[in-house]
């Protein structure tokens, strides 16, 4: 499952900001024509949705921050798997969003608080991770051939079933050309991969190993094939045990076990009504009370009329 970030971040980097802000003193700039002060840029932008949310954000981090702890190693630990994942596209995905790499690191310690604050609330229950365990399917590889033509992916099937092999139909209608030489073979993954379109995922969790898709698997339309459906066949070529130790997101070997109950945790992290409820209780234990009325807004769906 590729590391992401949810929750806490939209306006994470203007709530930095804000917060730098007030430790300075109130004027921004001076000129001939007069000065700029952080009253007057405030109350410009106080009614704007991105100062709305800096705000209920900088007050969910602080009311997390007094609660739970995250380590500056986890952090770090975060940090290096998503810049494992984006590879080359790392200071793109940070431009585009706006951000340095502090302030990604701040966005990434504000997404673990939360994450403590939603599995303290949501614990993994052993039903739970019972019936993950049961539904999972290890790191498995497979063959595949894509096309966009669903009568030639039912003819490849169909002379697979008269005994051709895996190696020769791709040879012969593979495009791709790193195919060819990988025998059409994917990259290991299994139940939670995010690379793969959920239909592959979950026809390839009914095969067993050594056994192909009786028919093609319709797939997701891709930037590859300029918006047409393709049609996969597939299969599997080995699969570990359950039994095994899985890698996690940080790069690590943990039990299946372990390895399960952190991805039931950052489903429920991408739960909108847990992270409702979540913070609606934080702040209820905080005690949080929306002091300027143009504010009110921000924390509609996370207060009572009466501290509101």
Do not use: W
Not at 28 to 50: C, H, M, R, W
Not at 87 to 113: C, D, F, M
């Amino acid at each position: 499952m590729k590391y992401r970030l949810v929750g806490i971040g939209a306006s994470l980097a203007l709530a930095v900001i804000l917060s730098g802000c007030q430790a300075k003193a109130n004027t921004l700039v001076k000129s001939d024509a007069g000065s700029v002060t952080q009253t007057e840029v405030f109350k410009q932008i106080e009614d704007q949705a991105p100062t709305q949310q800096a705000v209920q954000e900088l007050t969910l981090n602080k009311v997390l921050n007094q609660r739970y702890h995250v380590s500056q190693a986890a952090v770090t630990a975060k940090l290096k798997a998503f810049k494992r994942q984006a590879g080359a596209n790392y200071h793109a995905i940070l431009a585009r969003n706006q951000l340095t790499e502090a302030h990604l690191k701040t966005q990434i310690k504000a997404n673990l608080l939360l994450e403590k604050a939603i599995t303290a609330k949501y614990p993994v229950t052993k039903a739970q991770l019972k019936k993950a365990r049961a539904a999972y399917m290890p790191m498995t590889t497979v063959q595949h051939i894509a096309t966009t033509n669903e009568k030639q992916a039912q003819k490849i099937i169909t002379d697979l079933n008269a005994g051709a092999s895996f190696d020769s139909q791709v040879k012969k209608y593979a495009h791709n050309r790193q195919l060819h030489t990988t025998a059409g073979r994917l990259a290991p993954f299994d139940s939670y991969t995010q690379a793969l379109a959920p239909a592959v995922v979950q026809a390839t969790a009914k095969l067993q190993v050594g056994h192909h898709v009786m028919k093609p698997v319709k797939a997701v339309a891709t930037t590859d094939t300029e918006g047409q459906p393709t049609y996969e066949i597939i299969k599997v070529i080995s699969r570990q045990s359950k039994a095994a130790t899985v890698t996690n997101d940080d790069g690590k070997r943990v039990t299946v076990a372990n390895y399960l109950r952190a991805q039931l945790q950052q489903q429920r992290m991408t739960d909108k009504q847990a992270q409702v409820a979540t913070i609606r209780s934080l702040f209820k234990t905080a005690h949080v009370k929306v002091v300027d009325t143009h504010f009110v807004p921000a924390f509609s769906n996370y207060l009572t009329a009466k501290n509101a």
